[in-house]
T-cell receptor, first 115, second 114 residues
Framework: DTAVSQTPKYLVTQMGNDKSIKCEQN?????MYWYKQDSKKFLKIMFS???????INETVPNRFSPKSPDKAHLNLHINSLELGDSAVYFC??????????????FGPGTRLTVL | AQSVTQPDIHITVSEGASLELRCNYS??????LFWYVQSPGQGLQLLLK??????LVQGIKGFEAEFKRSQSSFNLRKPSVHWSDAAEYFC????????????FGAGTRLAVHP
């Protein structure tokens, strides 16, 4: 069973388009995250939701909008895609918000390429 | 500013050899530190973490890491590498006091020769 799954795995699109990436976890966790990994492999947190409420919102363009329809899902919608949005996007989940007790489990990533 | 530096972009070792991956951090207080591994096409998996107490931390898959405050380091070690250890390794710091706001290093890619 896949604990944290993301769809699609690969996404190639044109500049200016709007796209969504979906994430689902079947671990019963309360907290979910989106990370962006750029071409230099730097991983940076974008958003975090706990019980469907936004708790971390890093400096991210407002073209990026996370949506959590329920605790098991955290989708990422991106409007007006730009070349610089090309990256690998990782979803993760954890039981709670404390890293001292709650391990983050990562999905396999979605590679987004904007042409 | 908080940051994590992994000086080695790529390391190659022979199977059975020992391994040490370097990680240096910049943070004003006692850090929460982590090592993650990313196998090709997979998400990140937590190897081990340090919060306080014993500075030598044991993790999964035979890995360990040692926190050295004087050197601002948290190097990952394994006494005998297996071919299946070939992967990307990420060191990370949580500056939010354990509230899941990880800052990652750029990663070290490990290749293992048979």
């Amino acid at each position: 069973d896949t604990a944290v799954s993301q769809t699609p795995k690969y996404l190639v699109t044109q500049m200016g388009n709007d796209k969504s990436i979906k994430c689902e976890q079947n671990l019963g966790h309360d907290t979910m995250y989106w990370y962006k990994q750029d071409s230099k492999k730097f991983l940076k947190i974008m958003f975090s939701y706990n019980n469907k409420e936004l708790i971390i919102n890093e400096t991210v363009p407002n073209r990026f909008s996370p949506k959590s329809p329920d605790k098991a899902h955290l989708n990422l919608h991106i409007n007006s895609l730009e070349l610089g949005d090309s990256a690998v996007y990782f979803c993760a989940s954890s039981q709670g918000v404390s890293l001292s007790t709650d391990t983050q489990y990562f999905g396999p990533g979605t590679r987004l390429t904007v042409l | 500013a908080q940051s994590v530096t992994q000086p080695d972009i790529h390391i190659t070792v022979s199977e059975g050899a020992s391994l040490e991956l370097r990680c240096n951090y910049s943070y004003g207080a006692t850090p929460y530190l982590f090592w993650y591994v990313q196998s090709p096409g997979q998400g990140l998996q937590l190897l081990l973490k340090y919060f306080s107490g014993d500075t030598l931390v044991q993790g999964i898959k035979g890995f360990e890491a040692e926190f050295k405050r004087s050197q601002s380091s948290f190097n990952l070690r394994k006494p005998s590498v297996h071919w299946s250890d070939a992967a990307e390794y990420f060191c990370a710091l949580d500056p939010s006091g354990g509230y899941n706001k990880l800052i990652f290093g750029a990663g070290t890619r490990l290749a293992v020769h048979p």
